[in-house]
């Protein structure tokens, strides 16, 4: 069985960095590409960034250039490093695992593990 666990969420002003990390239990971890979501208070889910098991990387376009995904496949952990948080960031974050399945990664339906989310909360 496979488990994620984010962590590193918390409440930051605007222009603060935080990193998200998800660590991996189960399953062969490297051999799959890991994507992050968001969910804000009343707005549906959204992704915000994918990296294949290789390293190749995909941003939403409102967080490109200010987030980063990298993955550390040593200690089954992806992270999400988020620089010039806005208040827009604000949101209950998730990592997921990618099904090796055609198809894009924008589409949450083809993940098929998911964490129990990590709050990021971004103050003016």
């Known amino acids: 069985q496979v488990q994620l666990v984010e962590s590193g969420g918390g409440s930051v002003q605007t222009g603060d960095s935080l990193r998200l990390s998800c660590v991996a239990s189960?399953?062969?971890?490297?051999?799959?590409?890991m994507g992050w979501f968001r969910q804000a208070p009343g707005k549906a889910r959204e992704f915000v960034a994918y990296?294949?098991?290789?390293?190749?990387?995909i941003y939403t376009i409102s967080v490109k250039g200010r987030f980063t995904v990298s993955r550390d496949n040593a200690k089954n952990t992806v992270y999400l490093q988020m620089n010039s948080l806005k208040s827009e960031d604000t949101a209950v974050y998730y990592c997921?695992?990618?099904?090796?399945?055609?198809?894009?990664?924008?589409?949450?339906?083809?993940?098929?593990?998911w964490g129990q989310g990590t709050q990021v909360a971004v103050s003016s």
């Open positions: 997921a695992r990618r099904q090796q399945i055609g198809g894009g990664v924008i589409d949450g339906a083809k993940y098929d593990y």
């Open positions: 189960g399953g062969t971890f490297s051999s799959y590409g």
């Open positions: 990296i294949t098991s290789s390293g190749s990387t």
